[in-house]
């Protein structure tokens, strides 16, 4: 199992470096070629949504992407350490004025998320979130 580990700062202009380091990861572990447009969507909302949580609650922690590559799988972990407050959904900005509209963006994002990726798990907790996605992938025999 190979895992490549990425960690930046959380300003939207580092969401495109983590959308092409993921589609290059997923390449190099097998994941069909069709399929990669789809991975590049999903890490880039994924990466925006914690970019986001990070930007409205003030958090200095860079976001981080887990990329593995498994036997027969290819899995991506996005995580933030933006805290839930106490009163907000998870995942919603409670220092953004129109709070609705924040909640409705981040809902918008994770059915983006959803709609690309089959296999998807969000957690949330205090010290931060994580969205877990996952693809069929087949290793193929390097060949020079």
């Keep these: 199992m190979a895992t490549v580990e990425l960690r930046f700062s959380a300003l939207p202009e580092h969401v495109r470096t983590a959308r092409l380091v993921a589609a290059a990861v997923a390449r190099r572990a097998g994941v069909d070629e069709a399929v990669l447009d789809e991975v590049r969507l999903a890490v880039g909302e994924a990466c ?6 990070h930007l409205s609650n003030g958090v ?4 981080r992407v887990a990329l593995t590559e498994e036997e027969k799988k290819f899995s991506i972990e996005v995580g933030d350490e933006s805290p839930t407050s106490a009163g907000h959904t998870p995942g919603s900005h409670p220092d953004v004025d129109d709070e609705g509209a924040a909640e409705s963006e981040d809902e918008m994002g994770l059915a983006v998320i959803s709609g690309l990726v089959d296999d998807v798990e969000v957690t949330t907790s ?3 979130g994580v969205i877990r996605m996952s693809w069929p992938a087949s290793p193929q025999s390097l060949v020079p």
């Design 48 to 53: 925006t949504r914690a970019v986001g949580l």
């Design 60 to 63: 200095d922690a860079p976001v």
């Design 126 to 128: 205090e010290t931060g």
